[in-house]
């Protein structure tokens, strides 16, 4: 999440940049660029911390990647690659080797054509067996849940993190009461 987000700023595209090389970051170095075990351990490793990648951390092929991080990571967004607009980041010289128009009129061969199942139709019947097949094979019932099943999850919110509930007895909850903290650690 790009700092003017973090920290409730006005933002725009240039976000989306910061985005970008968060994911170029984590799919060349393995990780996120800043860690954490909540949004604010994050926030406080972004205060803290630059990210600074040096060429020597990747290939002789790849020694451009470190510069095209570095720039879409600026937490400045005024210093951010691509601020001036979408061309710097295609002039980068990470990127000199692709041809953009080629690439727009998709006349490009893609480096990598998965191999198809089968057509369209074919490809969501045998979906369909093999979700009949799952079903039978565990005897469950696949279902929609039920309103009485539904209002289990009323309150259900994903930073809470479903994993804490494991193993707790939350059965002392009255319809609409909201989860606490208290419900969840106890």
């Known amino acids: 999440m790009a700092p003017e987000v973090l920290f409730k700023q006005d933002y725009s595209y240039e976000s989306d940049f910061y985005a970008l090389g ?21 926030r406080d490793e972004l205060i803290k911390r630059d990210i600074n990648l040096s060429g020597k951390d990747f ?17 400045n967004r005024n210093e951010r690659l691509g601020i001036k607009g979408i061309h710097e980041i295609k002039e980068h010289k990470y990127f000199s080797d692709v041809k953009w128009g080629k690439l727009e009129k998709k006349e490009l061969k893609p480096p990598f054509v998965p191999h198809v199942i089968s057509e369209t139709k074919e490809y969501l019947d ?42 707790k007895n939350l059965k002392g909850l009255k319809k609409g009461k909201r989860i606490s903290q208290k419900h969840l650690l106890c």
């Not at 290939?59 to 937490?75: G, H, Q, T, V």
């Open 22 to 42: 968060v994911m170029i970051h984590e799919l060349a170095v393995g990780k996120r660029p800043y860690e954490g075990k909540n949004r604010t351990e994050i």
């Open 59 to 75: 290939s002789e092929e790849n020694a451009y990647l470190a510069d095209l991080i570095n720039k879409l990571l600026k937490k």
């Open 126 to 167: 045998e979906i369909a067996l093999f979700n009949q097949m799952h079903q039978e094979a565990d005897g469950e019932n696949t279902q929609p849940l039920g309103q009485e099943q539904q209002f289990k999850f009323a309150e259900y919110d994903y930073e809470r993190r479903a994993a804490k509930t494991k193993g």
